[in-house]
């Protein structure tokens, strides 16, 4: 069972980036992925040695394969990401799947078309066959040591496009929703770190769980960063995205101002990055649908206990999630300025 898996993997991850073979992947890769999936979920992938993998890279030893468990720091080692260190929430994981996991987005980052014609779809059918959970979770540990800021943060917008738009994420998203449990508590704060290397999709990620208050923090910040066009045009996309069908919720919660000042807030925030566009005009109809009296009422004064800041996930430091963010965002910064041959000099300015 555990040559079958590293023989899948192997040829699955090895065929070559032709744009003439994308045409056949959904069938190869559906077969490969099936096979993956009943050998990701066998207990025989925790004890078969897996031996030495062929390949540039993944030659490596039993007790490297092995996934990291809570209170066990693990380190795998590969080229663009340093030691992998998993965090207390990680769920049980095959040390096989963990693997293909890692070598699955090393080709995604060598072969960017292969991530812009079937990653999403790749990913997708592997939320089908495996745990959802599981598959969110692993990636964005692996994410979050990635050192190509650019490639990490186009992963994360591909992932969070795939969490809030597919329908095979429906159960993982309703998780996400509510943060009612430890684990769903866990798993928000594992995509939260991987996320910020896109500041869009972080807001997101809070809107997603009602994270209202949080949210409003973020786009504060957001004043200190590099506004550029693929910015300006993502927090487009953001603002059609919140007129679809999966954020229901959260415009009906535009009713009850008293309990959501802080979503509020946030939505105008979005409003003032906008130019003059069409989006700008879809939000501002959007928030003039708000209750007036009701908003002048709350002003600044503080609702009792309202959703928005989640008074019912104690065990989240926003505040250092939101230093997490600035300390992410930082990094992107120096890099894109080290790029440009601007070196060091990291003075804020707006490119439109």
Known sequence: MGTDAVNISKSYLSRGPCPSSF????????KDLEVLAEIASSPAGQTDDPGPLDGPDLRVSHSELQVPTPGRANLLNTPGTKGLECSPSTPTMNSYFYKFMINLLKRFSSERKLLEARGAFIIRQLCLLLNAENIFHSMADILLQEEDLKFASTMVHTLNTILLTSTELFQL??????????????????LYRSWCHNPVTTVSLCFLTQNYRHAYDLIQKFGDLEVTVDFLTEVDKLVQLIECPIFTYLRLQLLDVRNNPYLIKALYGLLMLLPQCSAFQLLSHRLQCVPKPELLQAGDSPPAAPKSQKADSPSIDYAELLQHFEKVQKKHLEVRHQ?????????RRVVL
Not at 173 to 179: F, G, I, S
């Open 173 to 190: 998203r309703n998780q996400l929703k509510d943060l009612k449990t430890l684990e769903s508590q866990n798993l928000f704060c594992c």
């Open 23 to 30: 045409a056949f992947l959904p069938q190869v890769i559906l």
């Open 339 to 347: 790029r440009s041959g601007r070196g060091d000099h990291l003075d």
